[in-house]
């Protein structure tokens, strides 16, 4: 397992690899943008909700994915429920009316 520091450092590189600046990063994952620099360096963390904000914004979908079925969003208080209503959803838009 990798250490806290080089996933950080992981989450710092896959920014500079998508050319987003920390203030393009922190407004569209809406984190302060000083919270997000001292999660870079390892000196704070984040809830599991800005992290999938944060994998959403850097494009990391399998991260975000996973993350989806624990975030806590007013639509979803019941961990899991995220991941439920959408394949409902998705199947909902693939059945052919009856």
């Not at 984190?31 to 944060?54: F, K, T």
Request: glycine share 6%.
């Amino acid at each position: 397992m990798r250490s806290t520091a080089t996933q950080i450092t992981a989450l710092r590189a896959v920014r500079r690899s998508r050319r987003l600046s920390l203030q393009q990063v922190a407004t569209l994952a809406e984190i302060d943008i000083g919270h997000l620099s001292r999660v870079e360096r390892g000196e704070a963390g984040l809830s599991v909700a800005a992290l999938a904000r944060l994998a959403r914004v850097l494009g990391l979908t399998e991260l975000e994915r996973d993350l989806e079925l624990y975030a806590m969003t007013p639509e979803t208080r019941v961990p899991g429920l995220a991941g439920q209503q959408r394949t409902r959803r998705l199947h909902d838009k693939t059945t052919p009316p009856a």
